[in-house]
């Protein structure tokens, strides 16, 4: 079994910048893929982000990509994710997720985290 709790969330402006962190426990770390998703309201849950286990490979949504950078502390226990430029359609409720290997979608991941809302003034 794995927990993750995810953390950072907040309101910032147009342009402003937020990191997430996610902390896990229960299972060895570096042996899980990592993923950041998101769910707008009124919206389906979307594939932000992944990290491999020891982060050697990351993918991106086309809609972050070059804004937003994801990574992994394993030492930590920990997966981040920095955005950048943010927009107002990147609030959402964000959430962690893990799984044995590396995904770009959002079937198929074992453990979730509960999420942390992200919100963008324009």
């Known amino acids: 079994q794995v927990q993750l709790v995810e953390s950072g969330g907040g309101l910032v402006q147009t342009g402003g910048s937020l990191r997430l962190s996610c902390a896990a426990s229960g299972r060895t770390f570096s042996s899980l893929a990592m993923g950041w998703f998101r769910q707008a309201p009124g919206k389906e849950r979307e594939f932000v982000s992944t990290?491999?286990?020891?982060?050697?490979?990351?993918y991106y949504a086309d809609s972050v990509k070059g804004r937003f950078t994801i990574s992994r502390d394993n030492a930590k226990n920990t997966v981040y994710l920095q955005m950048n430029s943010l927009k107002p359609e990147d609030t959402a409720v964000y959430y962690c997720?893990?799984?044995?290997?590396?995904?770009?979608?959002?079937?198929?991941?074992?453990?979730w985290g509960q999420g942390t809302q992200v919100t963008v003034s324009s």
């Open positions: 990290i491999s286990g020891r982060g050697g490979s990351t």
């Open positions: 997720a893990a799984h044995r290997t590396i995904l770009t979608t959002t079937l198929g991941w074992d453990y």
